[in-house]
């Protein structure tokens, strides 16, 4: 250096100088990118936890087979995962196509798409902020809000980042399609398939899938236009042919698909069964709970025998107009499991409130459709159909079908501030009968003095409670005597449940709605597993059985061919009638399925004077005359010739 001009010297020192001030520069920029980064991301969700952040989910109400999807609880957001495997291979490239061409070679972010975006915004004066990846979507949606300033673009950067040095592509591509919103609160592609279409993700068309994908740049802007939705559709599918995921023959097909959006989006299957449903988990779980935590709810429902329930009754009930009835419902149970099959309410559509705007007498009748009769408070009174269980106490105490009681004009005493005297329904006293007799022609007279003289008011209210009746609990002396024509309010399904005792030759159990539950990380939390307990003796069970199921022994008062008659099955039936007609009611079964018919107005009109026998037993029977040949044929089991 000693030799070095004077200049140079000069020279060097400085460039010294200059180059320590780079330097110092250089670290303070760095330090200052720290504090920024610090600063940035100092409340920052880490993104290696992404997997365990729990999204919201809906529950599910399924059929018993869970391919029946009957209703969905939701709150702000509807959603149900579904893993990337299961969705259709060009919904998938349409995402990647439309939303983010270079997603399965980029780092997080598209430094190309940034710089588009970026002269786009200063040409147009815009602060639209755009060329976000799919990964920056999903961490948007997830983590950040949409506000657009430069520091959530700069979180949104960091953490897509992050985000795919700690997961797969196909991970974040199957989180993003889970995510990403669809409009009417639907989020994730299931959701929204299901609520545009009414059918699951695996079911749609590449039409359909292109619609999908075309919602998500703007959701509420393109269900409220069906044009522009249409244009976005078919712009999807020319970027699938841009990435050579479509050929132009496969493009042309897909746009010609025609896609209808679901005019019912909200539509509930099996509603009244349904809601009971929702009512029962609500109980248990709380409406937000349901809400957000993904429960698949397995109930016992029949789809199948649950349409033809629906279809029967409705048909049923239009045809009792005739007799101003306007309602009717309709459960239907497996007598050995408790499940139960069908729910439906014949009352017209259950969404319309005006539903008749008239009744035969002209009176404003004001009809519910949504009251649920099967399950309601404090129930209806069953007229005949309670005398079974009045005769299978008496049996319980030693009588049996054989012994004999008179019909004969009595009166009971003073009932009601009048003496109570009982007619039967045909006006007329048969004389000497046995108990067969008289519970296969519902007679009035005689069946008073089996619960007054050998079954026991008391007796008989325990042994109903016990078969499966969860009302009857006011004191005894509130009912009387006419307990036995129907003097007490019951549930429809009760009785279809208690009715189940005699099918299985003595044994009850509680109704079985819910097989199972799972919750969103496929854990069974509910099963179903109450046990058969016996609440009636064999013997017993099948007198009461043999007694509904035999045709000659009512014929005297129902004729040979009527509508309680199954010609080639062993059908017990029983009819019930209120006094006053209000209600009408026919209980049947087999040992392998109870079935039970209300027939009435949701307002208590009183009906034409028509029986159980005339407005219900022809929805019954024409029901059986549909689903029993699925059922083999059967016959009641009789203890005696088991010993």
Request: hydrophobic share 35%; charged share 20%; proline share 6%.
């Amino acid at each position: 250096m000693p030799h070095l001009p004077k200049a140079l010297k000069f020279i060097f020192k400085w460039v010294g100088r200059l180059i320590g001030v780079v330097f110092a520069l250089f670290l303070l920029g760095v330090a200052g990118l720290g504090l920024l980064y610090i600063y940035f991301t100092r409340d920052l969700p880490q993104p290696e936890n992404f997997a365990e952040k729990n999204l919201i989910q809906s529950t599910k109400i399924y059929d018993r087979t869970g391919t029946a999807l009957l209703y969905e609880i939701y709150g702000e957001e509807r959603r149900s995962w579904v893993p990337l495997s299961t969705m259709p291979e060009n919904l998938k490239q349409m995402a990647v196509a439309t939303e983010d061409a270079q997603f399965y070679t980029h780092y997080g972010i598209d430094l190309k798409g940034i710089i588009r975006s970026a002269i786009y915004d200063l040409e147009t004066g815009g602060k639209g902020y755009g060329g976000s990846t799919i990964t920056q979507q999903l961490i948007r949606s997830t983590f950040l809000t949409n506000e657009k300033t430069v520091e959530r673009k700069f979180r949104e950067i960091v953490l897509s980042i992050e985000l795919e040095r700690n997961y797969s592509k196909d991970q974040i591509l199957e989180w993003y399609l889970n995510q990403v919103p669809f409009g009417e609160n639907a989020y994730g592609v299931e959701a929204a398939s299901s609520t545009l279409f009414g059918k699951p993700i695996t079911d749609i068309s590449a039409g359909e899938a292109a619609t999908l994908i075309a919602l998500i740049q703007a959701p509420s802007r393109y269900l409220a236009h069906q044009d522009e939705l249409t244009q976005r559709k078919n712009y999807v599918i020319d970027r699938m042919v841009e990435e050579h995921y479509f050929t132009k023959d496969q493009a042309d097909k897909a746009k010609a698909d025609k896609i209808a959006i679901a005019a019912n989006k909200d539509n509930i299957k099996a509603p009244y069964f349904t809601l009971w449903i929702k009512q029962l988990l609500d109980q248990q779980y709380g409406d937000q709970y349901l809400q957000e935590n993904g429960l698949s709810v397995y109930t016992s429902l029949d789809w199948g025998i649950q349409q033809t329930a629906e279809t029967i009754v409705a048909a049923g009930v239009k045809k009792n107009y005739a007799y101003n009835a306007h309602n009717g419902a309709m459960v239907v149970s497996d007598p050995k499991t408790g499940q139960i099959l069908a729910m439906t309410v014949g009352s017209g559509n259950y969404y319309d409130s005006s539903y008749p705007p008239k009744c035969k007498s002209g009176i404003d009748c004001q009809f519910d459709p949504q009251y649920n009769v099967p399950v309601a408070d404090p129930g209806r009174q069953p007229g005949s159909s309670f005398k079974p269980f009045v005769y299978a106490t008496a049996f319980e105490k030693g009588y049996d079908d054989t012994t004999v009681v008179v019909d004969e004009p009595t009166c009971f005493g003073i009932w009601g501030g009048k003496e109570y005297c009982p007619q039967n329904f045909d006006l007329r006293f048969h004389g000497p009968v046995t108990l067969r007799q008289a519970l296969a022609g519902s007679l009035n007279v005689p069946s008073v003095k089996v619960l007054n003289s050998l079954a026991g008011l008391k007796d008989s209210i325990t042994k109903a409670q016990e078969m499966g009746i969860t009302t009857l609990n006011n004191p005894s002396t509130f009912y009387g005597l006419s307990l036995v024509l129907g003097g007490g309010e019951v549930k429809l399904l009760d009785m279809v449940n208690a009715y189940g005792t005699f099918a299985t030759g003595g044994l009850s159990i509680p109704p079985q709605p819910i097989l199972k539950i799972v919750d969103s990380k496929g854990n069974e939390i509910f099963t179903a597993n109450k046990q058969l307990r016996r609440t009636l003796e064999p013997k017993s069970a099948y007198t009461i059985s043999s007694i509904l199921s035999d045709n000659n022994a009512r014929a005297f008062i129902f004729g040979t061919h009527s509508q309680l008659y199954f010609p080639d099955r062993a059908v017990a039936v029983k009819t019930g009638t209120t006094s006053d007609y209000r209600d009408g009611w026919i209980i049947g079964y087999t040992p392998s399925i109870v079935a039970g018919v209300w027939v009435g107005n949701n307002n208590n009109e009183p009906m034409s004077q028509e029986p159980g026998s005339v407005v219900a037993a022809p929805i019954l029977h024409n029901f059986f005359d549909k689903v029993l040949p699925g059922y083999p044929k059967e016959t009641f089991p009789n203890p005696k010739s088991a010993n």
